[in-house]
């Protein structure tokens, strides 16, 4: 329903002008992000997606020439197909399904048809997600204006400032088990690469408009490198954009998102085809997650139920050979646990997969009017930032039997204590309109100014 309204189809710079009638000046902001997630439209109709950042490396046992053959092949039948109508289902897996007969296909109807079960449930909940949904966009409806203002300006589609609802709840210091924090979740080398501080004292990424500032700015760069507002969205989560995009300049096709779900399918059942060809093996790469823990065999054992001693013993790895990321070992395989592995191996697809779905059951239930009422909105002023003089004793004068101390005068920038004792605003207020700032006594160097309401 009216997902024609988020089908953004002009470039940067030529969304409306915004009404005349505002709470108050947006913030200026000047910080930017680097690649960090991914959302993409559909580009057959009304479905926005958010793509995956697992498996960048290649599939085992298949060459790079070997996989864009099989995608062409794949990509010329499916011409003919047109797409899957997905009933109703009570799970993703019910789409990508390790037993389904013939190859897994996840089609945009796939997507409808979760996105209307995530809804179901939704409603069919008093707490929960519908719960912290409602909280969320609640709460946004006090940064609103700024937050439209800014993906105005940036020329981005407004409708995007809610991405913070599926990816924080729109909770400013919400982390993720991969260090992504703040509202739009940027890890910590992506919002340095964009400009964002992040220190001790200061962590730009939980700000809501210096973090919306920077989302926007990405899907904008994403646009700029991939030309399609659907693609560059798929790039704000994963890495395989750049995969894709490279392979689709080597092929001489225009990329587009229906060849991009092509793409990302094509590796779900190579996995899938890899495990059940092989009764007995299969290649397994090993990423960085799996030297966390410091023994990268005890985290595949964890994955795979198999013992760590049996994996160190079939790849003949002897005490205290180093294994690397990215190196390639053996692992056992059974009929009994085909499946875990298929599921084990793809979490990160489906997890992505599922992402757009959840979008989409988000802004439909806003535009249904079931998300609830929203906070008015704030009116933001800044504070510039002052100087504070301090006596400081660094040491000590003896006058006959009598000491004294020498005293230095240290100036420094104020910190938000400072502030609050300088203006008379609660400090609490002034936590709540910098949610940046991490430590309230330490000077804020390098800050001209903060906000207030």
Not at 230 to 241: D, E, H, P, T
Request: glycine share 8%; net charge positive; hydrophobic share 30%.
């Amino acid at each position: 329903m009216g997902w024609e309204k988020f089908l953004y189809q002009g470039r940067p710079g030529n969304e409306p002008q915004r009404s005349e009638h505002t709470p108050g000046d947006p913030s200026r902001m000047s910080r930017r992000d680097f690649i960090k997630g991914g959302i993409a439209f559909a580009a057959a109709g009304t479905t926005l997606f958010k793509l995956v950042d697992y498996f960048t490396s290649h599939d085992p046992q298949l060459s790079q020439t070997a996989a864009r053959t099989e995608q062409k092949k794949t990509r010329d039948r499916y011409q003919y197909l047109g797409t899957d109508h997905e009933e109703e289902i009570s799970s993703i897996l019910d789409v990508i399904n390790f037993y389904k007969e013939g190859p897994i296909r996840f089609s945009m109807d796939s997507v409808i048809a979760i996105k209307d079960l995530y809804k179901k449930r939704f409603l069919a909940e008093k707490g929960g997600r519908m719960k912290s949904f409602k909280q969320a966009y609640c709460e946004m409806g006090r940064w609103k204006y700024y937050l439209e203002e800014i993906f105005r300006q940036e020329g981005v589609p407004v409708q995007f400032i809610y991405l913070a609802i599926p990816e924080s709840r729109f909770e400013f210091r919400a982390s993720s088990p991969k260090a992504a924090q703040g509202p739009y979740q940027f890890i910590p080398k992506t919002g340095r690469s964009y400009g964002l501080t992040i220190n001790n004292v200061i962590d730009e990424r939980n700000d809501p408009l210096k973090s919306a500032r920077a989302c926007a700015r990405l899907l904008k760069d994403l646009y700029k490198a991939s030309g399609d507002w659907n693609l560059s969205l798929a790039g704000y989560n994963g890495g395989f954009i750049w995969e894709y995009l490279k392979q689709s300049k080597q092929e001489n096709i225009k990329p587009s998102y229906a060849d991009f779900c092509l793409f990302l399918t094509t590796k779900i059942n190579r996995v899938r085809n890899e495990i059940m060809d092989n009764n007995k093996f299969y290649r397994y790469e090993l990423t960085s997650q799996d030297f966390v823990s410091g023994d990268p065999l005890k985290s595949v054992g964890k994955k795979t139920g198999i013992d760590h001693r049996f994996l160190a013993k079939v790849n003949n790895l002897k005490p205290g050979m180093k294994l690397q990321p990215g190196q390639k070992i053996r692992v056992p395989t059974s009929n009994d646990w085909n499946e875990k592995t298929f599921h084990d191996r793809i979490r990160g697809f489906i997890e992505n997969l599922q992402y757009p779905a959840l979008f989409m059951a988000t802004t439909e239930l806003i535009q249904e009017g079931k998300a609830g009422a929203q906070k008015e909105p704030l009116k933001l002023t800044g504070i510039k930032i002052g100087k504070k003089i301090e006596q400081v004793k660094v040491g000590e004068k003896k006058k006959g039997k009598k000491k004294s101390h020498v005293v230095k005068k240290v100036v420094r920038d104020e910190s938000l204590y400072d502030i609050s004792k300088r203006t008379g605003i609660n400090l609490t207020r002034l936590m709540e309109a910098n949610p940046s700032i991490k430590n309230v006594h330490a000077s804020l160097s390098g800050v001209e100014f903060i906000h207030t309401y």
